[in-house]
Structures are given as C-alpha cells and as structure tokens.
T-cell receptor, first 111, second 116 residues
C-alpha cells in the first residue's frame, strides 16, 4: 500500500517558472527522499532529508519537511524542459529499511 | 563506478511460466531491494537482501521469491506468472540498506515484464 499521497498528480508549467510538489505520509519516519523517473525508466535519487531536518537545498531543489503535519514539499526553481519527469517522494520508516513511495507527480515543463 | 545493472531490460512471458530477473548492485554495496511498479498500484516493495539474507519482505504472494549471492548480485523469481504480474521491476542498491542519513538508493533501469 502507498504510504503517502502526492499532489498535484500532474503539473504543467512554462520553462523558467517554479514547480512545487507536495507529499503527505502516515507513519513516523527516519528520512524522506525524493526521486525522479523519466518515462518508465529507473528512479534517480534527488535529495534526502532527515526527520530532524526542516529544510534542505541542492542546486535548484529545495525540500521542506514538517513532521508534525507529516508532509514534505519539493520546489524546483527556474525549471527547464529537461525537468519533465515523474517525481516521487519515498519515506523510510523508523524501523526497517524499506522505502514506501507516494503516487508521484507528473511534471511537464513546456519550452 | 558502474551503476546498478538489471537484466534483461525487456521480457515477454506466457501465463503459467516462471521468470528470473537479475540485478548487479554497485560495487561494494551489500543491500539489494526489489520493487514492482504498475500503473494501478504504483511502486510496491517486494523484498530486501543484505549479505545473502532476506532482511525485509513486502506483501506479495509466495510466487515471488529472491536470493542474493556472495558477490551481492541478486535474482528474483516469479513462478506461475499471472497477467497482473506485468510490471516494471526495479532493483535498488545501497551500502547497508538503511539509506543512511545522507544517502539515497541507486536504482537500476528496470526490467519490463509483460505477461501474455
């Protein structure tokens, strides 16, 4: 079963705009990770945020985590056509090593 | 260093047959996890192997099994294939399977299985 929900399910923006995706989850977590998937290929790890962190940056990516609300957001700034992909959040629970994925957001960046 | 290698990339099988998929993790990584991705169910955890032992298992029937060899390479097997087993099967490699505090998992490109 899916741990979390992501919204929106689909997002279409113009190149240069910012894209924000949200993720909610249900259980206590050790960390939350964001992955990108291009057209049915493998997942690419983007960024990991620990449960004791509130915000993290990596290049054009900014992730926030609110453990009280069990939610996270991924912001991609100055988007490019190459950012077009599906984005998934994944949580690792405090016990165990499995990742539980959200349903994903399909981002389309129009040139 | 080489990434995670999954073979084969594509596979077509008939209902009732069995299939074996292979995953070679990044050199030095001891944990291999398997995930099934379908349009209806999304990404579902199958199992994780660490140092040749199954450490964690998802909610899949016993037809799904796996193993890990001493060189950390892993195989998963699906017996008595059903149409619903058609999916992208992804393998993920990590040092210790915990994801660590600063490391994510490295995924292979997947094996696309079609059951007809």
């Amino acid at each position: 079963s899916q741990q979390g929900e992501e919204d929106p399910q689909a997002l279409s923006i113009q190149e240069g705009e910012n894209a924000t995706m949200n993720c909610s989850y249900k259980t206590s977590i050790n960390n939350l990770q964001w992955y990108r998937q291009n057209s049915g290929r493998g997942l690419v790890h983007l960024i990991l945020i620990r449960s004791n962190e509130r915000e993290k940056h990596s290049g054009r990516l900014r992730v926030t985590l609110d453990t009280s609300k069990k939610s996270s957001s991924l912001l991609i700034t100055a988007s490019r056509a190459a950012d077009t992909a599906s984005y998934f959040c994944a949580t690792r629970e405090t016990s165990g090593s499995r990742l539980t994925f959200g349903e994903g957001t399909q981002l389309t960046v129009n040139p | 260093k080489a990434g995670v290698t999954q073979t084969p990339r594509y596979l077509i099988k008939t209902r009732g047959q069995q299939v074996t998929l292979s995953c070679s993790p990044i050199s030095g990584h001891r944990s291999v996890s398997w995930y099934q991705q379908t349009p209806g169910q999304g990404l579902q955890f199958l199992f994780e192997y660490f140092s040749e032992t199954q450490r964690n298992k998802g909610n899949f029937p016993g037809r799904f099994s796996g193993r890990q060899f001493s060189n950390s390479r892993s195989e998963m097997n699906v017996s008595t294939l059903e149409l619903g087993d058609s999916a992208l099967y992804l393998c993920a490699s990590s040092l210790n399977g915990a994801g660590g505090w600063g490391y994510g998992y490295t995924f292979g490109s997947g094996t696309r299985l079609t059951v007809v």
